[in-house]
């Protein structure tokens, strides 16, 4: 592990340099960014956290931000090898041995819920809680019109050329300018393969249980106009499976953490608060 100058750090993981950076003292908070993204779509819920007095982790996932391979053969933006969703997780355990952090609050935004996901399901005991935001349930049943949806849009992706896939990404993820910006910028850092890689990535973390139930306390949040995939019909459906709400962030996109980061705040503060009469054992 290796301090950084901009106060991360820095762990070997799998071939690749994961930077994380840790903040505050207090009940642990360990969050997630989306496919394309990196820790920074969280800057505003970090600060809204450290002010509520929790410790809070985020981290840039594999082939994201600057957690890139020792070694990257075929040129800026192109990573070794696909990202694997699968190994995403298990770097997320890692982290949190590294950390010495025990029954964290996991919170995942986009791709990040759907490995927070894939971690309560593997390891249960070792989450606090878990908060989704714009992500569909991995274990969800998905329907035939669902199903054809998410082909079409697939199809309509793959089409898009290349120079202007960001773009369009961005304008599809986003309601407010600023978010777009910022969206189109780390999209085109992705590269197009990777990107395509990465639209499929949610898909291969899913495990159809019919049964399963969350079995820690369970946060969803969602953008108003999040239009991505079937997070929205997917989310309605697991919180009646869950029995909880959805917390439904008005004129916010996809990324709900950039368009209307004080909406997303509120939800996530009052669902953390109301976990701290339980919390003896953190």
Known sequence: MATLSDGGAIIQVNGCGLHYWAHGQGDPVVMTHDAGMDHTVFDAQVAYLLEAGY??????????????????????????????????VDDLRVLLETLS???????GQGLGGNISQAFVRRAPDHVRALVVIGAASNTGRISLGERLVRLVKAAVVRR???????????????????????????????????????WRSPDLLRARKRFYR?????CLIRGERDKT?????????????DLVRVN???????????????????????????????????
């Open 248 to 282: 439904t962030v008005p004129d916010a996109g996809h990324l709900a953490t950039l368009d209307a980061p004080n909406g997303v705040n509120a939800a996530l503060g009052t669902f953390l608060e109301s976990l701290r009469p339980a919390a003896r054992d953190w």
């Open 101 to 107: 952090i025990v029954r964290p609050v996991l919170v």
């Open 55 to 88: 410790r809070v982790v985020t981290w840039d996932l594999p082939g994201h931000g600057l957690s890139q391979p020792s070694e990257v053969p075929f040129g800026p933006g192109t990573p070794a090898e696909p990202f694997d969703p699968a190994r995403a």
């Open 160 to 198: 898009v050329p290349a120079g202007r896939l960001p773009a369009v990404l961005a304008n599809r993820a986003t309601t407010t300018r600023t978010a777009r910006a910022y969206a189109e910028r780390c999209y085109a850092r992705a590269g197009h393969e990777e990107l395509l890689n990465l």
């Open 214 to 218: 969350t079995p820690v306390p369970l």
């Open 229 to 241: 995939g079937t997070v929205a019909t997917s989310m309605r459906r697991w919180a009646g499976k």
